[in-house]
C-alpha cells in the first residue's frame, strides 16, 4: 500500500523559514499531484498548496511547495513564519488505483 | 460559494451502521465535481474513507471497502455515508467534502461532525 510520511512535530522562530517533508513510500511520488492542507484546532482542514506547487487564491505566498524526485519526497515550505502559521499540516496524494492518501501530520510550533 | 454540511446521528452503539449525509448549497452536484467523506479520530491524522464522482463512480479505502458505501442523491443535492458494524475504533470527527477530482485538492469541506461509538 501506498504511504506518505511525515515528521510528526516541526518547530521554528517567528521570522524564519520551515520546511515540511513528505515522503513516498513507493513509485515516483512526482508521477502524481501532491496537497497540502493546514488545519487548526476544531477545525476543518484547509488547501495551501494544491498540484505539487499551486496556491489558491488567499493563500500568502510565504507557501511554497516542491517535489524532489531524488528523494521522492514533496515539500512544504513556509517562508517569514507568523504566530498564526501555527497548525497541523497535511500532505496528500494518491496512488494507482486512484486511492486517496494522506500523510500522517506535521505539528508546526512557532515559538 | 460552495457550502458542505454534515448531518447524523453524533452517537451509534456498536455493531450498528453509522449514517451521515452531506448537504451541498452553492453548486448543483449533477453538474460534476468529486465528492469524497474524511475522518479523523480524536487526537489522531486524516484518514480517506471513500469517495464519489457525480457519475456514481465510487472509491474506497481498502481497510474500510468491505463496510463502506457511498451514495449521492442529486434530487436533493446531497450525498450519503454508510459504515456498517462499527466499533469503539470508528469514534472520530467525519468530514464531507468536495473538489476537482483524485488527482487535486478537496477544495471544500463541512466543518465537521463528531460520531461517538459507544453503548
Known amino acids: 500500500n501506498f504511504m506518505l510520511t511525515q515528521p510528526h512535530s516541526v518547530s521554528e522562530s517567528p521570522g524564519k523559514t520551515v520546511t515540511i517533508s513528505c515522503t513516498g513510500s513507493?513509485?515516483?511520488?512526482?508521477?502524481?499531484?501532491v496537497q497540502w492542507y493546514q488545519q487548526r484546532p476544531g477545525s476543518a482542514p484547509t488547501t495551501v498548496i494544491y498540484e505539487d506547487n499551486q496556491r489558491p487564491s488567499g493563500v500568502p505566498d510565504r507557501f511554497s511547495g516542491s517535489i524532489d524526485s531524488s528523494s521522492n519526497s514533496a515539500s512544504l515550505t513556509i517562508s517569514g513564519l507568523k504566530t498564526e502559521d501555527e497548525a497541523d499540516y497535511y500532505c496528500?496524494?494518491?496512488?494507482?488505483?486512484?486511492?486517496?492518501?494522506f500523510g500522517g501530520g506535521t505539528k508546526l510550533t512557532v515559538l | 460559494q460552495v457550502q458542505l454540511q454534515e448531518s447524523g446521528p453524533g452517537l451509534v452503539k456498536p455493531s450498528e451502521t453509522l449514517s451521515l449525509t452531506c448537504a451541498v448549497s452553492?453548486?448543483?452536484?449533477?453538474?460534476?465535481?468529486?465528492w469524497g467523506w474524511i475522518r479523523q479520530p480524536p487526537g489522531k491524522g486524516l484518514e480517506w474513507i471513500g469517495s464519489?464522482?457525480?457519475?456514481?463512480?465510487?472509491y474506497y479505502n481498502p481497510s474500510l471497502k468491505s463496510r463502506v458505501t457511498i451514495s449521492v442523491d442529486t434530487s436533493k443535492n446531497q450525498f450519503s455515508l454508510k459504515l456498517s458494524s462499527v466499533t469503539a475504533a470508528d469514534t472520530a470527527v467525519y468530514y464531507c467534502?468536495?473538489?476537482?477530482?483524485?488527482?487535486?485538492?478537496?477544495?471544500?469541506w463541512g466543518q465537521g461532525t463528531l460520531v461517538t461509538v459507544s453503548s
Open positions: 467534502a468536495g473538489g476537482g477530482g483524485v488527482t487535486t485538492n478537496f477544495d471544500y
Open positions: 496528500q496524494s494518491y496512488d494507482s488505483s486512484n486511492f486517496v492518501v
Open positions: 513507493s513509485g515516483s511520488i512526482a508521477s502524481n499531484y
Open positions: 452553492g453548486y448543483s452536484i449533477s453538474s460534476g465535481y468529486y
Open positions: 464519489i464522482y457525480h457519475s456514481g463512480s465510487t
